[in-house]
């Protein structure tokens, strides 16, 4: 799966890897859903950590359809809305 993070790159991630993303990505809307500022950007930088962490940066010449789109460490919870389907940022079985 290529993930891709704004305004950072891309990186391929195992599917296998997505339960531990998803896990972050139900706390951070719950957070988004309580209005929890704080706690929403701890969540979501988590969340971007765990992806960078988890994944291998794709070569910056590289450019590869992606499967998710992550927003930016600094988006806001106004703009981080605007990605989000149903499932949150990662959709079950993506």
């Known amino acids: 799966m290529i993930v891709r993070i704004m305004g950072e ?3 391929t991630l195992a599917d296998g890897r997505l339960a531990e ?5 139900d706390e951070l809307l719950s957070e988004m859903d309580n209005g929890d500022g704080p706690g ?3 969540t979501l930088q988590a969340l971007l950590a ?6 291998e940066p794709l070569p ?3 450019l590869e359809p992606s499967d998710l789109i992550l927003p930016s460490a600094d ?3 106004e703009e981080v809305q605007e990605f989000l389907s ?3 940022l990662i959709p079950d079985g993506a």
């Open 21 to 25: 993303l998803n896990k972050l990505d």
């Open 50 to 55: 765990k992806v960078r962490e988890l994944g």
């Open 9 to 11: 790159g891309q990186l």
């Open 86 to 88: 149903d499932d949150g």
């Open 40 to 42: 929403f950007r701890g």
């Open 75 to 77: 988006a806001t919870l």
């Open 60 to 62: 910056d010449d590289s």
